[in-house]
């Protein structure tokens, strides 16, 4: 950075907002190539497309990715540079070395935020898998009673807890939870839901959204908070299930309002912040 700096009389500034829009091209480019059918025929080109809009905004090597996606608060590219050449490339590498090992490439105080980390994702797994074997007996419990009472009966139970379809936690801001499911999220990604979250059912307009997220930037134009929204949607899809439905039921969660700005479209009930 220091050398670009120098050679083309940049900041950092400059050089990470022209990176964030070379990355919204390239993203562009992958979905545009999508569409027309190279996930089929053109597949590893397409991939290489996808990882050079990742690196762009990351600022990293591919062998880091994995990392970087993990979000840890202080873990920047300096030390995950470390982490790729002492062989730590994955969140898999990490959970497998010890604690004394790490502390040799890392400060104690990014060894014990990943150990938090790995903590806290172990409790989440045996929390969902007790909370699933619980929902299961409840559902057979209720389906014996239904049964015993009229056995032609497949009416559901009256007053249902209304069913979560969003969940950020500011524990973990490299993912949300739709319906159930885990997506990755950038870190603006998140900052961004997190922002729509605070007025849900509202329109937050494109000048709000600019002035909390990138702060002073007077260059920043309502495309960013575009770019952010849309990739979103598309990551949610991927792990959605293809159908219409979904797509519109996702677009209209995470709704864009021509001219004026974006709106997290959810009832309170939905929404879950922890």
């Known amino acids: 950075m220091k050398s670009l700096e120098q050679e083309y009389i940049l900041y950092k500034g400059d050089v990470l907002r022209l990176a964030e829009g070379f990355c919204w091209l390239a993203d562009s480019l992958a979905a545009i190539a999508e569409s027309g059918c190279w996930n089929k025929k ?41 982490l790729v050449k002492a062989g730590y490339t994955d969140e898999k590498c990490l959970r497998e070395v010890r604690e004394e090992e790490l502390a040799k490439v890392l400060p104690r105080r990014l060894v014990n935020r990943i150990q938090e980390r790995i903590k806290e994702e172990k409790v989440i797994q045996e ?19 239904n049964d015993t009472k009229n056995p032609n009966s497949n009416l559901k139970p009256k007053n ?3 069913k979560t379809v969003l969940e950020i936690s500011l524990h973990r801001p490299d993912r949300i939870i ?13 900052s961004l839901l997190y922002l729509l979250a605070q007025h849900r059912e509202k329109v937050v307009s494109y000048e709000e959204i600019l002035k909390d997220l990138w702060k002073g930037e007077e260059d ?27 797509t519109k039921k996702i677009e209209n969660v995470f709704k864009a309002i021509p001219g004026r700005g974006l709106m997290l479209n959810i009832k309170e009930e939905e929404l879950e912040i922890n």
Not at 59 to 73: F, M, S, V
Not at 130 to 143: F, Y
Not at 178 to 190: L, R, Y
């Open 42 to 82: 053109r597949k590893e080109d397409l991939k290489k497309i996808i990882l050079l809009s990742e690196r762009l905004i990351e600022g990293i090597e591919e062998e880091g990715l994995g990392l970087a996606r993990l979000y840890i608060p202080g873990l920047s590219r300096y030390y995950i540079k470390r």
């Open 220 to 246: 920043a134009i309502y495309t960013r908070t575009n770019y952010h929204i849309c990739k979103i949607r598309k990551d949610i899809s991927k792990i959605m299930d293809k159908k219409e439905d979904n």
């Open 160 to 162: 249902q807890k209304p």
């Open 127 to 145: 929390v969902k898998k007790q909370k699933l074997i619980v929902e299961d007996k409840k559902l057979i419990t209720c389906k014996e009673k």
């Open 178 to 190: 739709f319906e159930g499911k885990e997506i990755e999220v950038t870190a603006i990604g998140f």
